[in-house]
């Protein structure tokens, strides 16, 4: 009998039927209508995440879009640096009468952009109803230092008069009852001026895109690297064993580090000499929680560098938030 359909199969019964359109068998991780997030496959969510009642308050934004060579490196600030009045507090041994009380002491701080130290004495005066705390004010304030001190049982408290305004208090002595004292810092209740150097943010969203070319999944990302406030490191020593040092990282300075800061080169090679990058591929978003005023408490996320290690250019495009309650 001559088959007129020219079926050669002869699979009349169950006919190879094209796939139906939205039906798959692959599976994807995908944005959704209704604000959901999840997995999918073809018209079937098999898991989801509901954000339709996600919100988050927000008093700053920005949005930017890079093209990151092969090779090319770049850092994304915050929107705040965390900026407190610094409190510094150093301790009696023993509470003296305020009236009877001389102090010595070096402060250093910003003047036209400049770091200045300068010596200040005062004298607590009991015939002029002055006391310590009205001394040193009256003293650091000819001086033009933006800086204010309160004393109460258990040492002087030098506050900052603004937001930002940087100082360090050393070399306090303190001489009363025929004695002369030198006063030690109470760390724990030390306040810094700025918390993050580099820039914080509440959160961010990065998107990356890769090039249609680039069909290898396991080179689909790019490399990250959050500032911390500090950064401890340790180097072999002389003799044996290693030596611990902390600094602060200046994403801005460039050329050789010093005692107290590390500079961007140096301390982009020692992340990358010690595998301190983190992959980040097609998508990352992370929110945090705001910081306490006048606190060293640090809830916000640090700017950070992005790194591309691969042989082809990847485009980044990042959202970066912040909320301020005041």
């Known amino acids: 009998m001559t088959d007129v359909f020219n079926n050669t199969s002869n699979d009349y019964i169950n006919p ?9 068998d692959e599976y994807a991780f995908e944005f959704l209508p209704k ?10 969510t098999l898991m989801s995440l509901d954000f339709a009642d996600f919100s988050q308050p927000v008093t700053q934004w920005s949005q930017d879009k890079k093209l990151l060579q092969s090779g090319e490196v770049v850092f994304i600030s915050g929107l705040t640096k965390g900026v407190s009045n610094e409190q510094e507090v150093l301790l009696f041994t023993s509470e003296p009468s305020s009236y009877y009380v001389s102090v010595d002491l070096s402060i250093g701080y910003y003047k036209n952009f400049k770091y200045t130290t300068i010596d200040v004495s005062a004298n607590g005066d009991l015939t002029a109803n002055v006391d310590i705390a009205d001394a040193l004010n009256i003293t650091l304030g000819n001086k033009g230092v933006g800086v204010t001190v309160d004393v109460d049982a258990s040492g002087f408290i030098f506050t900052g008069s603004g937001v930002g ?6 070399n306090l002595n303190v001489a009363y009852d025929g004695s002369t004292f030198i006063l030690n810092e109470d760390l724990n209740r030390h306040i810094n001026a700025t918390r993050y150097p580099n820039g914080a943010m509440l ?15 396991n080179y689909k990302y790019l490399n990250l690297n959050h500032i911390p406030t500090t950064f401890s490191y340790y180097e072999a020593s002389t003799g044996s064993g290693y030596v611990k040092y902390t600094k602060t990282v200046d994403a801005g300075m460039n050329g050789a580090s010093n005692s107290t800061t590390m500079s961007a080169g140096d301390y982009l090679n020692y992340i990358t ?7 980040v591929g097609r998508f990352r978003a992370w929110i945090s929680a705001s910081d306490p005023d006048n606190d060293n408490q640090e809830n916000l996320i640090t700017g950070f560098y992005l790194y591309n290690p691969q042989t082809f250019s990847i485009q ?4 970066v938030i912040l909320w301020e309650q005041n």
């Open 203 to 217: 959160g961010y969203v990065l998107k990356l895109t890769f090039p249609n070319s680039v069909t290898d999944e």
């Open 16 to 24: 190879t039927l094209a796939t139906c359109p939205g039906v798959s």
């Open 316 to 319: 980044v495009e990042y959202m």
């Open 273 to 279: 000499e010690n595998t301190g990058w983190e992959k």
């Open 165 to 170: 305004y940087a100082f360090d208090v050393t």
């Open 35 to 44: 604000r959901l997030l999840g997995v999918v496959s073809g018209n079937d």
